[in-house]
Each structure stands twice: as structure tokens, then as C-alpha cells.
């Protein structure tokens, strides 16, 4: 085996039995053999007090976790499985600054991004937090001066768009935040979000604008990114069609990244650049300088709610008994379902239109944090890892895939989001809309049995088809309203789920190394697909032939 001469840490100790041979873990897979076909249907006839028990409020969300395939001793076990795997021990060493990261030798501290100025967070003996909120203090100048029409472009016109570039970490909180925000974003600017290097992105998102009156943020951690800086020229050109001289560029150009030596080399002015540090992972970044075209959306005030709920769910992760603590009992029944009952997925299903972004925004959150299959000390899981996330708005995905969910072969535990309040009231729309989620939600645990189908009068041979045996698990997650104190900790919540599991199943959450190879083999490729002889690819024979088929087509 080779070891990492970084695997010192305080969590150390706590992961040196390997998941398997964890005593609550042996325990939990016992126990999986009695509880496997109980039904949530007796689980709730003979506990009155169920739901009650298994509930619980934090930073302004409330969790009914009682429809999950469990009882008071599965839940016991499985906060004995944290405790084994040193979850606490691995919690407080993010918050202490250590270099938790193993693989990158970095620390994790998503958390200082929204500390409240007087917090203090270490990083190598420094308190970071006046920092992050000197870059604040920039942004929220910026902001304004945009807002207000004082920041000018190249023709002395007010900038009415702003079109943010970046990808990954770099996109999908900005765009997914403007999304679930818009309620409180200003309607006579416009924000776009450009990803893809397929250039019908970029095309379609300039699609209409002045270039006189548009901003562009390019975000990217390491400002090397392919996508982001081919997009990055091409809205460079763009502009320069209009303003000629590249001097101009300075009033439309604004960047978010690490690197101040290629945002120079660029041509952005230092000066509109806001920096953030290796210390926030491209997944973990929203609350840093890469939330800049949220603020612009939304202004600095309502931006310091959005920290002030991500805050309030981290001072719980932080300080609630594992028995009260949000996340760690979301987590822990992810893996309940993931490693027990062999669940490959988890539905996030909102209810609250403004929400649509937030299951792509999880996919990266969860799957590039826990999509791993080798130890933090470099042996390969001999288990299953992170599970993987899906999802659509309800109620639309209703009268999709919730067939599946309710009659299929596969056991998908489920995350409902609503709220008890709209920022749209119309007629009854929104009792309507969370009537939908508790009826779904009660559907999928108790079904309908066969003799109830019969009862109604159902010919027997149709009896099987319409029967639902129920017995699947979720999560219903309530808040008052979308404010963007809930979307912060709704956020959070999921962070810290996702560390609690990863803690557990002993990998590193913050590296990525998964993505590497595609990009070094993209870029090879991308050279061969311009050469002019037809000589010299060494690669398979199945993308060898492609190769030279997209070359013949192209040519
Ligand atoms: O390819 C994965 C990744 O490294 C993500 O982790 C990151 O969020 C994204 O690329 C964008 O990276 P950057 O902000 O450096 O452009």
C-alpha cells in the first residue's frame, strides 16, 4: 500500500479500521436482516409518536425524516457508525483550518466564506475571515456601482446585462442561486450563465444584448479552464466587434479566480479582480467572489442573508449532538439506504419552481465529493460510495418518472422540498402544489394494498397493476419561504450531509481527480482533430475510426 505522507490529521485515528470491520457497521448489517421487509405501514400502526420522534428544526428548516425504513435502534446504530467512522473528529478539523483535503494538502473552509466578521478561522496560523470579508467589501462596491448606473461601459451607457462565465463549481451555484432568487433579483437587468464550450451557449446567451451595455464575469478558480477561457475570447471578440479598441475591454471584463497572474495575462485589470483561495473547492465556492453575479442579481443585503443562513446551518453542524443534528441524520440514512439496502440513487424533488437549478447544482455538490472508490490511506473500497443525485421541480417530474418511483424495481429514497408560503400566490395554487407533495410522499411509504384496489371495485386481473406496495423511504424538508436565509442553509444542509457520508466512508470529498483524464485526452484530441495528415493517432481502433470520421465530415 502506499500512504500519503499528508494522512496525519486529528481524524486520523478514527478511520484506521476499515469501514467493513467497523463494530456498528457489522451491527447495522445484522439489524438491515430484520428490518429488511418491514413495512413503514407497521412501523407507523404500532408508533404513535413516530413522527414527533423523528423530526427536527434547524436554521429556519424543518426535517420529517420519519417515512425512512428505520426505528429508534437502526438510528442509534447508525449515530454509532459516525462515531466509529470520526465524524465529529473529521467535522472539527475542517473547522479548525487542517488540511483536510489529503490528496491536494489543503484545508477545507468553505464555512469561513460566511463567517460573521468578528468569527475567526485559521489557515496555517491566520485568521482568514477579515479577508473574506475585505473581498466582500469589493464586491458589494462593484454591485452597486453597478446596480446604480454609475459603472460605465465603453459608450458611457449604464451596464444593463451581466453574463457570467465559468463551469462546475464556477457556474452551477451562480446560476443555480440566481434561479431560486429571482423573486428578489433586479427585473430591468438581465444575467445570463455561459458553461458549455459549445458555442451555441455563448451565442444564444449574447443572443439580443448591446455589448455597450453588457458585463462579463469570468469565473474560474484556476483561470485555465477550457470551456471557460474559449468562452472568455470568444466574448472578448465579440465585444471588440463593437468597441474596436481593446482598451474598452476594461469596462466590460470583471474577474473571480485564484490566479492573478493569468487574469493579468488575460487583460483584466487586477484591479477588477476578486480573488478567493485554494481553501474553497470549485463545488463548495457560491459564498466566495464566484457568488459575484448573485450579489449583482440580488445586491449586497440580500447576499449577506443568503451567508447568514449557510452560517446558521454550520453553527448546527458544528456544535448539535450527532442525535440533533441535521445533516449527520441526512447523511446517515443515505448510507442507511446506499450501503444497506443497495440504493443506487436519491431523488431531490423540490416544490418551488425557483428551485429548478438545485438538483443539477447537487449533482456536482455530491457526485464530485463523494464519487470515489479509493481510501483516504489509498486502498480501494471494498463497499459502495456516494450515491447518485437526480431530480426535477415538482410537480412536473410527477408526470414523468414517479412512475418508477412508485411501481418500478428500484428502491429510490426521496428528498421533498416545499414551503409553507409562496412568493407567487395565485388562487389556490399553492395549496394545490404542497397537497402534491404530501400525497406523494404518503404514497410512496403506504401504498395501496391489493385487497383496498379489490374493495374499490377493481377487476381482479387488473388488481396487480394497480396496486402500490409502498415501503419507499423519503425526506420531507419544509420551510416558511424562500428567503435566501433558507436557500443558505438549505445548501448547507446538503454540504454537510455529504461530509458526514464522506467522513464515513473514509475518502476524500474536496479532491477530483476523476476529471483529469478526460481533460488531457480532450486536449490531444482537439489537435488531432485539425491535423492535416491522417497519420499518427495512437489511440483505440473505435476512437481511432471516429476520429477520422468527424474529420472527413468537418472537412
Ligand atoms: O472539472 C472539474 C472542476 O475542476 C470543478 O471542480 C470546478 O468547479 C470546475 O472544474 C471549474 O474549475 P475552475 O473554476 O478552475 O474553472
Redesign the pocket.
Known sequence: MVVNKNLKTAADGDTKIALPRRSAWQALTRHHETLRTRQLRDLFAGDAGRAERFQLEAAGLFLDYSKHRMTDETMTLLFDLARQSGVEARRDAMFAGERINLTENRSVLHVALRAAPTDTYMVDGQNVVPEVHQVLKRMATLANSIRLGQWRGYTGEPIRNVINI?????DLGPVMAYEALRHYSRRDMTFRFVSNIDGTDFTEAVHGLVPAQTLFIV???????LE?MTNAHSARDWLLRSAKDPAHTARHFVAVSTNAGAVREFGIDPANMFGFWDWV???YSMDSAIGLSTMLAVGPDNFARLLAGFRAMDQHFRTAPLEKNMPVIMGLLAVWYNNFFGSQTVAVLPYDQYLKRFPAYLQ?LTM?SNGKSITLDGTPVDYQTGPIFWGEPGTNGQHSFYQLLHQGTKLVPCDFIGFSRSLNPLGNHHDLLMANIFAQAEALAFGKTAAEVKAEGTPDWLVPHRTFAGNRPSNVILAEVLTPEVLGALVALYEHSVFTQGAIFSIDSFD?WG?ELG?VLAKRIGSELSAATDSGLTHDVSTNALIRRYRRARA
Do not use: A, L, M, N
Not at 465559468?166 to 464556477?170: E, F, P
Not at 469565473?219 to 479552464?225: C, I, L, P, V
Open positions: 465559468g463551469i462546475g463549481g464556477s469565473s474560474s478558480k484556476t483561470f485555465t479552464t471557460t473547492g470549485g463545488r456536482q464530485e477530483q476529471v481533460k
